[in-house]
């Protein structure tokens, strides 16, 4: 039995249009599929970006880092000591300050002329009652006869320290080895003022460090940062 069909141009315009329907579905779906495509893509674009700006931040704070260690070695930097001891080699005098105060002075004997008392500032390392006394070989025994009398305050500088004597006359002279002498009272008394890590500032001229302590000038006194050489000498 034969199909009758009524409008065969009606059938192939719709067979048609469907085919073109399912084209324009097939475009859309690839064009939907490429934008996916692409946003994928992106934050790995960004990950490798953020890697890249982590990476370069990293050399500039090794730079700054750099930067605070040349300017803690100027040379003129100035540090506020609120205690220390210091030596006045003309004025032949020893002073403590603590808080911006002197506590006492004291007359001292220095080095004599061909064997000068070191200028700079030093710390003390050690603090001894009734010590021997030790001199190319030999050894004197604690007592009135001991060259450093009865205390010994060594300094950071090998050989150096304050100490007491067994010439009393000698207090206020150039006459030691290149230590500092004081009476034996005066060495007894300071030795229970002083401390282990006290700074010792030595000062060969009258500068202004010396004039605020020793010339009556009130005030906060400043003590420049130095560099202690090293040397060696007898303990007198």
């Known amino acids: 039995m034969r199909r009758h069909v009524e409008n065969p141009e009606r059938e192939s315009l719709g067979i048609l249009a469907l085919f073109l329907l399912w084209v324009l579905a097939l475009m859309l779906l690839s064009a939907s599929a490429r934008g996916e495509e692409k946003q994928e893509q992106k934050p790995v674009t960004a990950v490798a970006d953020q890697k890249k700006s982590s990476a370069q931040p990293s050399k500039k704070p090794a730079k700054a880092a750099e930067a605070p260690a040349v300017s803690e070695q100027e040379p003129d930097e100035q540090v506020t000591l609120s205690r220390f001891v210091l030596i006045s080699i003309p004025d032949r005098q020893l002073a403590l300050v603590d808080d911006g105060k002197v506590v006492k002075t004291y007359p001292i004997a220095v080095g004599a002329d061909d064997t000068p008392?070191?200028?700079?500032?030093?710390?003390?390392?050690?603090?001894?009652?009734n010590p021997s006394?030790?001199?190319k070989g030999k050894v004197v025994a604690p007592g009135k006869n001991n060259p450093v009398g009865s205390r010994w305050i060594g300094l950071?500088?090998?050989?150096?320290g304050i100490h007491g004597t067994n010439a009393p006359r000698s207090i206020g002279k150039a006459a030691s080895h290149g230590c500092f002498r004081l009476g034996k009272k005066d060495v007894e008394e300071l030795f229970t003022l002083v401390r282990v890590g006290d700074t010792v500032a030595v000062r060969s001229e009258r500068d202004e460090l010396v004039a605020q302590v020793f010339g009556g000038?009130?005030?906060e006194v400043q003590v420049a940062s130095a560099t202690v050489a090293s040397a060696d000498a007898g303990q007198d």
């Open 156 to 160: 950071s500088l090998k050989g150096y």
């Open 217 to 219: 000038t009130s005030g």
């Open 117 to 129: 008392s070191p200028e700079g500032d030093f710390t003390i390392i050690s603090r001894v009652s």
């Open 133 to 135: 006394w030790t001199h």
